[in-house]
């Protein structure tokens, strides 16, 4: 038995004279023992055709959103999503790099690449410049540091003459990637969140004000770790969207995205927006400077003055976008008015559930391994709970809001 052996790979294909490659890509998934689903852009057409995709990997190949003459097929983007162990893209233009950096959505295969609950193994193939051009590194980057996998592109000859990076890397090395991604990706899990996906975000976030200084409050991340552990530990698939800490990827946690800003974190949320509960544990900055200075403010013996201004408001955008599946659990650390403010928080942002923390109380705040919380639920409900270690309170809270317990 291989390692691919029985694996799900959903393999994008896109309009690049690389295209040619998926054929033996795809001969080589199913030699591995794999199942294979093929999903090409409308210009990948131009280079290698459906049948000849479809009569190797043996299964229907894809290509628009809605399909023709086929009924009840709108949603076979989130089919195919929730049947992948991994998602390639070989090759990737540096069209599809830049749509799936930003989230477009106007075919089969960005669809999927939305849906997905897997790991995305991104195989760019174009031109040397087009490659080395400082956007499409930047788009790159954009995935690496959402968590998704992209590999280097090989040097040699390429179609337009030139020498240099830019080649797709060898449909061989695609394969031993493909398995190291598996290999590394958590196993299936068992438990009562078995088959769940969650996103939690922790931590605090970082508002530049010049490149050594920032705005950003106490928070050390322990709560929103506590409640990624405790969620995995259950079955649940977790996806851990972490501001600056210096804390170690609980045990079990599926990825984990490391963010700076609150903008930042708004993006790798919203990534994660399709997810069956977002619970928002992050400290997230309420202001950041209007303008921040490219260079170090020197002190000059006067006072500073810095105009604030909000940051996109994480929790209320979340609750516009909630869907009937979803469940939205956020937290308010409050100094006064505690109760009165948490309700009010719970109702404006459409949440189903949301922690309170009372700073100043005896065992709760930043810093300490305690915590006390009152954790209100949108169908009225109020349970408050004693100081306990932290860990003990993420059981509570997981346990209470997810499995009604």
Not at 380 to 394: D, Q, W
Request: some cysteine; overall charge negative.
């Amino acid at each position: 038995m291989t390692a691919l052996e029985g694996k799900h790979i959903v393999l994008g294909v896109c309009g690049g004279i690389a295209a040619y490659k998926a054929a033996e890509l795809v001969r080589l998934y199913k030699k591995a023992g794999a199942h294979v689903r093929v999903l090409m852009t409308p210009h990948a057409h131009r280079f290698v055709t459906p049948l000849t995709l479809g009569t190797l990997s043996e299964e229907e190949v894809h290509t628009e959103i809605f399909p023709p003459n086929e009924k009840g097929s709108w949603t076979r983007h989130v089919e195919i999503g929730l049947w992948a162990d991994i998602m390639v893209v070989a090759p990737a233009t540096a069209q599809t790099v830049a749509k799936l950096a930003d989230g477009t959505c106007d075919s089969m295969l960005t669809a999927v690449a939305l849906s997905r609950r897997c790991p995305l193994l991104v195989c760019p193939a174009m031109d040397h410049d087009m490659y080395m051009h400082a956007a499409t590194q930047g788009n790159m980057d954009t995935l690496r540091h959402r968590g998704d996998i992209v590999m280097e592109a090989a040097h040699g000859e390429l179609a337009s003459g030139l020498v240099g990076e830019g080649r797709l890397p060898e449909p061989a090395d695609i394969v031993n990637t493909t398995i190291r991604v598996l290999t590394e990706a958590a196993p299936r899990r068992s438990g009562p969140l078995a088959g769940q996906a969650l996103t939690v975000t922790a931590g605090p976030t970082r508002e530049p004000i010049d490149p050594v200084r920032f705005i950003s409050n106490h928070s050390s991340g322990t709560m929103g770790f506590a409640i990624a552990e405790t969620a995995a530990r259950l079955g649940a698939e977790v996806t851990l969207i972490s501001g600056p800490v210096a804390l170690p990827t609980p045990a079990g946690v599926a990825r984990r995205v490391d963010v700076e800003t609150t903008a930042d974190m708004h993006e790798a949320v919203l990534a994660r927006g399709a997810d069956d509960v977002i619970i928002m544990v992050a400290a997230v900055a309420d202001y950041t400077p209007a303008s921040a200075s490219t260079r170090k403010i020197k002190k000059d013996g006067h006072g500073l003055a810095l105009e604030l201004v909000p940051t996109v408001d994480i929790l209320a955008d979340l609750g516009s976008r909630k869907q009937r599946h979803q469940r939205l659990i956020g937290f308010a650390l409050e100094t006064h008015d505690g109760l009165e403010n948490a309700r009010g928080k719970l109702a404006r942002k459409n949440l189903d559930w949301i922690v309170l923390n009372i700073l100043g109380e005896e065992g709760a705040g930043f810093g300490a391994g305690t915590n006390k919380v009152t954790i209100l639920g949108a169908d009225g409900s109020t349970v408050k709970l004693p100081v306990l270690p932290k860990a003990e309170v993420a059981a509570a809270i997981v346990h209470h809001t997810l499995l009604g317990v």
